[in-house]
């Protein structure tokens, strides 16, 4: 082998060798400045995984916003808690409005999309009122009655449409590098399911 050749091998090879360290560089370069998701995105995150549980109607997340005592309550009346929550979610939505960031601490506006309680129970006292000045319901047994209002009950959930509730503010401090929610999303959730 003459020496051209070995020379021109071990340039080859000096060539290869510095563009795979400039594409290490360069991939290491940026990852430290910032190839992951933003701040903004972060907070989007953080404010919305727990809302997209609900949208997905996640068993887990769902049997979560029922108390015991209303589980219990729910079931009295003959009506299954998960088939009584999901009917109560659907049409569930949510949207995020504008960030404000300053330094470790954010907000940003959340508006929730849901049915209430209010319009719900109004319609179930309408619907018991009509039953009873109509003597429907005057001849059924405490088992049919219970039958019944468990079927009106579901009826009239489904039926509800949902409600725009206005904007809340939900507030976030930064750890590292990630954004934690501090406002009670489960509490707001909670006072528009309730009207």
């Given amino acids: 082998m003459n020496s051209e050749a070995l020379d ?7 060539v290869v060798c510095i563009i795979a360290i400039a594409i ?34 996640d068993e887990a997340t769902l049997t979560s916003l029922l108390s015991d005592d209303a589980k219990q309550q729910i079931s009295d009346i003959g009506i299954d808690p998960m088939s009584y929550i999901s009917a109560y979610l659907d049409g569930f939505d949510y949207v995020l409005g504008p960030i404000d960031i300053n330094k470790d601490t954010a907000t940003i506006d959340l ?10 129970f109004a319609a179930l006292e309408q619907k018991a009122t009509e039953d009873f000045e109509s003597g429907a319901s005057s001849n059924n047994t405490e088992e049919q009655t219970k039958s019944e209002v468990a079927e009106n009950t579901l009826d009239l959930i489904n039926a509800a449409a949902p409600v725009q509730h206005d904007p809340i503010t939900v507030t976030l401090h930064k750890v590292d590098t990630s954004w934690i929610v501090d406002s009670d999303i489960n509490g707001a959730l909670l006072k528009a399911l309730q009207g």
Avoid at 8 to 14: A, D, L, T, V
Avoid at 111 to 120: P, R, V
């Fill in 8 to 14: 021109f091998k071990s340039i080859s090879i000096r």
């Fill in 24 to 57: 290490a560089t360069g991939c290491l370069l940026l990852a430290l400045t910032g190839c992951g998701p933003s701040n903004e995105e972060r907070i989007e995150q953080a404010v919305s995984q727990p809302l997209e549980s609900i949208k997905a109607k």
């Fill in 111 to 120: 508006t929730i999309t849901c049915k209430t309680t209010d319009s719900i």
